[in-house]
């Protein structure tokens, strides 16, 4: 009876061992399958890293080649701005004879012994005693002076700019015309004697 007993125990005992068996077997497929997908999201990880590493260097790439653009892009427009002043920029100078001659800017030509001479610019006329003005702005140069003691040295058309008077007086020139005026020459030479 015991043996019996015992035979049956073996038996129980080995049909459980069979279905833990399978029981494992599956357990370790599901393992191998996960260990197979772990290692296949490793992969994905690694091939992400990769190509985020990949998206870095040329993030970098691009923002240096937007710097460069952008120094290159200030140059230019500094450049274009000094030109657009350069272009718009005029100079004037005004006096008497005397004053505009010992500052090396005007000159007489012609003529014998000073006479019949006429008053000009110096071919090298000191460009420090004019004054800067910018044309789209400037209009109007401020004098002083009588009417018949006003004259342009520099040689500007008569149909660009008028003289503003009052009684005897020449209180301004008014430029009417800009770009004509001072299309001849950017320096404008006012005699005031």
């Known amino acids: 009876e015991l043996l019996s007993e015992n035979k049956r125990t073996i038996a129980d005992l080995n049909d459980k061992l069979q279905k833990y068996s399978y029981e494992v077997g599956k357990f ?59 272009l718009n920029s005029a100079f004037y100078a005004l006096g008497t004879y005397k004053d505009l001659q010992e500052n090396d800017v005007v000159d007489r030509k012609g003529g014998i012994i000073g006479i019949g001479s006429t008053k000009t610019i110096a071919e090298d006329f000191n460009r420090d005693y004019f004054t800067k003005i910018d044309i ?15 004259k342009l040295i520099s040689n500007h058309p008569s149909d660009s700019y008028k003289w503003n008077k009052a009684e005897d007086k020449v209180n301004s020139l008014e430029i009417t015309n800009p770009e004509t005026f001072w299309k001849a020459s950017k320096y404008l030479v006012v005699l005031v004697d």
Not at 57 to 69: A, G, H, P, V, Y
Not at 136 to 150: E, G, N, S
Request: net charge negative.
């Open 136 to 150: 789209r702005k400037t209009t109007i140069i401020p004098l002083d002076a009588k009417d018949k003691d006003v």
């Open 28 to 86: 370790k497929k599901m393992v191998a399958n996960l260990n197979k997908e772990i290692e296949t999201k490793d992969n994905q990880v690694l091939e992400l890293k990769e190509n985020l590493a990949a998206q870095n260097f040329e993030m970098n790439k691009l923002n240096s080649k937007l710097d460069t653009m952008s120094a290159v892009s200030q140059k230019q427009r500094e450049m274009i701005e000094a030109q657009t002043e350069d």
